[in-house]
């Protein structure tokens, strides 16, 4: 059974379980797209249930008995439980870590015009991918030398290099106006040694991540120079916090 399968067998256990529907379709959705090789068309709203809906499903079945309650709540706790394991499921099973859609990468061009970018430790490419297809130029890096438990780098969605990501700054770095570095493993400190490179070529550096949290190295994140910029905002509009994990775009200097 797979997790779309799971979900639905969740709701079929639940009375007027197809209120949920909706839902998992956009989640459906979500994974028939990167089985295609495309990106997710629109940034993900909040997947788990709300304590509003939670409240109001629990009050519209009041009226079941007490041993029927009690199953219920209980079916509906397990299937909020497994709405939660969405991004793990996108993680292990297409290597897809930052969430990254159609309508967010299309704010690049916008936001940061006739530029070059460079991604580092693009994994399956779903950063550069998005924006190849609008025909901007992203020289797309990683020897997958970080990923060795799951499906990133198996499901490639674009041509990616294998250089490291030291390699390939060094390669690329007075090529580029930017770099693009999406979800760096929270266990190593090459995130650190990527931002000395970075300031000693003086070239922006777009970071997706959660600070202090899921990603990048403790070190990272104590040297980091966190820049505001409205650009930034605007493409974290786009840029989908769907569950705990609160990751986002950051220019970093």
Not at 121 to 149: E, F, I, P, Q
Request: hydrophobic fraction near 35%.
């Amino acid at each position: 059974m797979n997790y779309i399968d799971g979900l639905r067998q969740d709701t079929a256990q639940l009375p007027n379980g197809m209120v949920f529907n909706a839902r998992i379709k956009f989640m459906e959705r979500i994974c028939q797209a990167l089985l295609d090789k495309k990106l997710p068309r629109y940034h993900f709203p909040q997947l788990q249930l709300s304590e509003d809906e939670i409240k109001a499903y629990m009050e519209n079945n009041i009226q079941l008995d007490e041993i029927e309650y009690q199953a219920m709540s209980a079916h509906l706790e397990e299937f909020d439980h497994d709405l939660g394991e969405f991004r793990t499921y996108l993680q292990t099973r297409f290597g897809y870590w930052a969430t990254i859609t159609q309508d967010f990468v299309e704010q690049f061009p916008e936001l940061f015009p006739n530029q070059v970018f460079l991604e580092l430790m693009a994994g399956n490419g779903y950063l550069s991918k998005g924006l190849r297809d609008l025909g901007v130029k992203s020289y797309c890096t990683d020897d997958l030398s970080w990923a060795k438990h799951d499906q990133t780098g198996n499901q490639r969605v674009t041509e990616v290099e294998s250089l490291d990501a030291l390699a390939a700054l060094e390669k690329y770095g007075t090529n580029v106006d930017t770099v693009l570095l999406a979800w760096s493993p929270d266990r190593e400190d090459i995130d650190y040694r990527i931002l000395q490179k970075i300031r000693e070529l003086n070239i922006n550096f777009l970071v997706i991540g959660e600070k202090y949290g899921a990603t990048n190295s403790k070190e990272f994140w104590d040297n980091a120079e966190l820049v505001e910029d409205p650009r930034i905002d605007e493409l974290n509009k786009y840029y989908s916090r769907y569950d705990l994990v609160h990751d986002q775009v950051y220019l970093v200097k």
